[in-house]
């Protein structure tokens, strides 16, 4: 109830064509075989990049960044980063993530920072 990514993970696993994001057994299924200690890195670092896509365009570009830093910052006022520190921290990401230097991390970008990133499986079910 208290993760901030509970509706983009609903959105993510959801197969419904209502656009309600609900989710079926199987989809539920789905999505308890990714979080699972079996499930391969690179599943989990895919479904990680969708659900940290907020527009779903296959990109994560600043405002995807900034939602996503928001989200695991909170949103209260007293948790929120400064415009400068949210810049910051945006242009850090992208210069240690953005390969081809486009200004959005692609999939596969975001799978090579995360293939050198040892804690990201069991950090991945900490913060989904």
Do not use: W
């Amino acid at each position: 109830q208290a993760n901030p990514f509970q509706h983009r993970i609903c959105r993510v696993f959801s197969t419904s064509d209502d656009g309600d994001d609900s989710m079926s057994f199987e989809d539920f299924l789905d999505m308890l075989s990714v979080f699972s200690e079996s499930a391969t890195s690179d599943i989990k670092s895919h479904y990680a990049f969708r659900i940290f896509d907020f527009d779903d365009d296959g990109t994560l570009d600043r405002k995807d960044l900034e939602k996503l830093v928001n989200c695991l910052t909170g949103q209260g006022e007293e948790s929120r980063l400064s415009n400068a520190e949210m810049e910051q921290l945006i242009q850090n990401i992208l210069e240690e993530s953005d390969i081809d230097k486009d200004g959005a991390i692609n999939l596969s970008e975001f799978q090579h920072v995360v293939s050198r990133s040892p804690d990201f499986t069991s950090s991945f079910k900490i913060v989904l």
